[in-house]
């Protein structure tokens, strides 16, 4: 195949293939995409849990952005959470009946406070220290 556009040059292809997806039966598998769902989903604070019936080894993608404060579980054992879609989370389920929880945590929260309280301790522990030596000066 060759293409020629008027004073742009010319551009040749020796190997063409094309490819495409049969679109049979795309509705009845649209509609089988929606039939094992999270159920029963409560949305608490800082938690969302619910539960899933699968059939098959599959993966659940929650439509939650991913980020590293969620820890997930699956049947209340941990469970590593995925990045599905570039931006969602989603979990490997095997076949079965699930309890899903996950938990958010703002990342690095309990580091900061610690930091904020140590900071907190060493400035009144400087104003003390000024204090006691403008005591003994005075």
Not at 19 to 43: A, F, W, Y
Not at 90 to 111: F, N, Q, S, V
């Amino acid at each position: 195949m060759t293409i020629t556009f008027d004073n742009t040059g010319i551009y040749t292809y020796d190997n063409l293939r094309v490819v495409s997806q049969p679109v049979r039966g795309i509705e009845e598998k649209t509609k089988n995409l929606g039939g094992e769902v999270l159920e029963d989903v409560k949305l608490g604070t800082n938690e969302i849990t619910g539960s899933i019936t699968v059939s098959k080894k599959k993966a659940l993608v929650l439509s939650v952005p991913y980020s590293e404060g969620f820890t997930a579980y699956v049947d209340g054992k941990e469970t590593k959470l995925q990045r599905a879609n570039t931006m969602f989370m989603a979990l490997e389920l095997e076949p079965g009946t699930h309890d899903i929880r996950l938990i958010y945590c703002t990342p690095y929260l309990k580091m900061g406070g610690m930091l904020t309280v140590t900071g907190i301790v060493v400035f009144l522990g400087l104003v003390l220290i000024r204090r006691k030596r403008e005591n003994d000066i005075g």
